[in-house]
């Protein structure tokens, strides 16, 4: 998983995570190797920022 540049910081995709893989990064998020590909957050961003 990935979040692009499309990102509005909402930290909707936060809260959906259920591993706490989503961190802050600069005004953005980002998704560090916690990650375990549930896709969680991928339904949860209202801008579809989140690529698998």
Do not use: R
């Not at 989503?22 to 375990?36: L, P």
């Amino acid at each position: 998983m990935k979040i692009n540049d499309e990102c509005i910081a909402c930290g909707t995709c936060v809260d959906a995570c259920p591993v706490g893989a989503i961190v802050e990064s600069g005004d953005k998020y980002a998704i560090n190797d916690d990650c375990t590909d549930c896709a969680a957050c991928v339904d949860s961003c209202p801008v579809n920022a989140i690529i698998e």
